[in-house]
């Protein structure tokens, strides 16, 4: 049975017969060696993805939980927000969403600092997607928000959020594919953009423009 390590750990932190080294940013068997030459897991390593629990989550309107492990689940909410996400520990994450939402409509997101939603109008991306047979694209310039899904009332969407550069000293982007709707209803999108100042961010907020949503969403850092 896989070990449940915890998330976001300090260098020392024993779990197991497991120690956590700064060194090689990884947990090591206690009686290995410290540095390179410590044993290393696999769960991680120097590749792939590493699940982040959010200091807070956030629910308007609705209700949200989060377990030791930070998976998300919200419900009936009209936004949901986390914070403490994005450290220094990694440059570019993954957000990986499923919900559906009451309405017909977009589902957008804000960065946020301190707990608090960014004010300024420096979303700018391009939005292509297709439905049925028919392909449509736009671009979005100075605005509020960032799009991210096209929701059809009550029917499931999948979302995966990749965010670049959220807490260094240069703007941050994103890419994001999703599919929402089912059978001849179904839809794919690909969403893409930045944000235009040098803010440094720590969370985010999920939100649709109109309705509310229910689903799970989770945190992945991207191991350099």
């Known amino acids: 049975m ?14 197991e017969n497991f120690v956590y080294d700064n060194s090689i940013t990884a947990w090591r068997n206690q009686g290995s060696p410290s540095g390179l030459a410590g044993q290393v897991v696999a769960l991680d ?5 590493k699940q982040i629990a959010p200091i807070t989550v956030t ?5 949200a939980t989060f377990n030791s492990n930070g998976a998300v689940s919200f419900s009936g909410v009209t936004k949901i927000s986390v914070d403490g996400v994005f450290t220094s520990r990694f ?7 499923t919900g559906s939402n009451t309405t017909n409509d977009q589902v957008k997101f804000k960065y946020r600092t301190g707990g608090t939603d960014t004010a300024a109008s420096s979303y700018n991306y391009e939005v292509l ?26 029917t499931q969407f999948n979302i995966l959020l990749d965010v670049i550069n959220p807490q260094t000293s240069i703007p941050a982007t994103y890419t994001c594919t999703s599919s929402s709707g089912s059978g001849y209803s179904s839809a ?25 949503m229910t689903g799970t969403m989770t945190v992945y850092g991207y191991n350099d």
């Open 188 to 212: 794919l999108e690909l969403d893409g953009g930045d944000f235009s100042s040098t803010t440094s961010f720590d969370g985010i907020s999920i939100f649709p423009q109109s309705g509310n």
């Open 45 to 49: 390593n120097k590749m792939g993805l």
């Open 91 to 97: 440059r570019n994450y993954r957000i990986v969403i």
């Open 2 to 15: 896989p070990l449940d390590f915890p998330s976001n750990p300090t260098n020392g932190q024993t779990y």
């Open 129 to 154: 997607s297709a439905a049925s047979s028919s392909v449509a694209s736009a671009l979005v310039a100075n605005n509020a928000s960032s799009r991210i899904v096209y929701t059809t009332a009550s």
């Open 59 to 63: 629910a308007v309107t609705g209700t």
